[in-house]
């Protein structure tokens, strides 16, 4: 990879008074914000279809999620949408194609909002000139209206809640499944792994500029 000017001004940093520590965590910093050699940006809009549980947890209810495709509600509909920017870079050192953030907005198998917002990075692989495989990682912030207004249903260990909703943060990842249909836009099949719990779908937009 060429020294860009940025490469540049990082040498000249580390080469200062730092402690050996210090310079380790700016030189980690430094790195990942100025070797993002930006080429293109993404917005997709992308629609809920179905969720499939995948735990018996999950399904202990079942027979009450308003929208369930079979008597114990293992497939359920949940309306909502999600939208999504991302970033493409170039030459990034830890082979990092891209950044995205994505804000979710949806109705949960009980029929209650719920939504999600995530950042992190984004690795891409081409499988043909026209599909690629789109993989990401990061933090993400959960909530959902709190489900204490059913009666069978005295709390969640994992969940914190404040304000009449339930939430949480963890690390997560999704898998996006493009296909371009000209220079600028790909179709797009989301799959959300929420392990252990479910595993839920979207299908959408991309739009490339």
Known sequence: ??????????????????????????????????????????ISVETFTLTFHVSKTAVVNGNQYPRKLDDKGWIIFMPGLEIAYQFNIKNHFLAIDGYKVMLGNYSDSRAQHSGYLQFGPRWIFNIT??????????????????????????GNAVLKEKYGYEYIIFIFGDIDIRYKINKNLKIVWGIIPAIPYSIANTLGIVYEF
């Open 1 to 42: 990879m060429q020294f860009t000017k940025e490469n540049k001004l990082f040498i000249t940093y580390l080469k200062d008074k730092s402690t050996y520590k210090d310079a380790l965590l700016k030189a980690f910093l430094i790195l990942l914000i100025l070797n993002m050699n930006i080429y293109s940006d993404e």
């Open 129 to 154: 000139k026209k599909l690629d495989i789109n993989l990401g990682i990061g933090p993400l912030f959960f909530f959902r209206k709190s489900w204490r207004e059913f009666d069978n249903y005295s």
